[in-house]
């Protein structure tokens, strides 16, 4: 008699956990955006700022949904593994990209470097759960 596999295990939680994540970080993104500080602030910020971050919003977005339904096998394997490379190399990307944008921001005070080393280990922990999260082809 063969087992019929789980879907309850670790990887599930964690790609439904990251994924709620992702789309919840997204939607927040897209909110604060919209809001009248994030209209306020955008009249000041370069445009280029603007673009990137509502990109970005909308891929955190596709990718938190991707990986909520990832676990319940609703998309084939080759998809799957498109999305995430997709998923990861944007991830990559906006890891460094924030990393770089925002480390002038220091100016010699220590509750900003904090913020700053938690951010950019957050989103290194957000990487290696993606990492772990890689479809195996069959």
Known sequence: ???????????TL????VGLFLFLSGIQ???????LAGQVFGAFADKS????????????IVSGVVLLVGPFEL?????RKLAFWVIVGFWTVLT??????TVGAFKGDAK?????LESLS???AVLAALWTLKPEGK
């Open 1 to 11: 008699m063969s087992k019929k596999p789980s879907i309850l295990t670790s990887a």
């Open 14 to 17: 964690l790609s439904l956990a």
């Open 29 to 35: 993104n897209l909110i604060d955006q919209n809001s």
């Open 49 to 60: 700022t603007g673009v990137i971050n509502l990109v970005a919003a909308i891929l955190k």
């Open 75 to 79: 998309l084939s394997m080759a998809i």
């Open 96 to 101: 460094v990209w924030l990393a770089a944008t």
């Open 112 to 116: 900003a470097i904090l913020q700053w």
């Open 122 to 124: 957050l989103n290194i």
